[in-house]
């Protein structure tokens, strides 16, 4: 039997917004403080430069990042979170608190999920 897809479900629009190897990683990196592009590309080491550059233009197109470019040679550009991507930081605590509080690490087949 196939369940269809609810029309405007928050939690599938959300997740279309958020689903993306590197996404969730930048807003998290983000919500500590905002980064210039290079010193926010080695924290999330390996991404690439032009898989980060994506990443972080959907999420400005989403209204979830800000971008500040000064006019400088070379340029500097900076990035954070605006207030919407801000409200996301609770959901990060509570991830956090999930998997400190006792779930399981995954070993065998499930560890390769983890990516």
Not at 13 to 28: N, P, S, Y
Not at 38 to 59: C, E, F, G, H, M
């Amino acid at each position: 039997m196939t369940v269809p897809a609810l029309e405007n479900c928050p939690v599938e629009d959300a997740l279309r917004i958020l689903t993306g190897k590197w996404r969730l990683l930048v807003l998290f990196r983000l919500g500590e403080e905002p980064q210039r592009f290079n010193a926010l590309q080695r924290a999330l080491s390996p991404v690439t430069q032009k898989v980060l550059t994506a990443a972080l233009r959907r999420l400005e197109a989403d209204g979830l990042v800000w971008r500040k470019s000064a006019n400088t040679i070379p340029p500097e550009v900076s990035y954070g979170l605006t207030d919407r991507g801000a409200d996301l930081a609770p959901v990060f605590d509570a991830l956090g608190r999930w998997r400190m509080g006792g779930a399981e690490r995954p070993t065998g087949e499930r560890a390769g999920l983890r990516g």
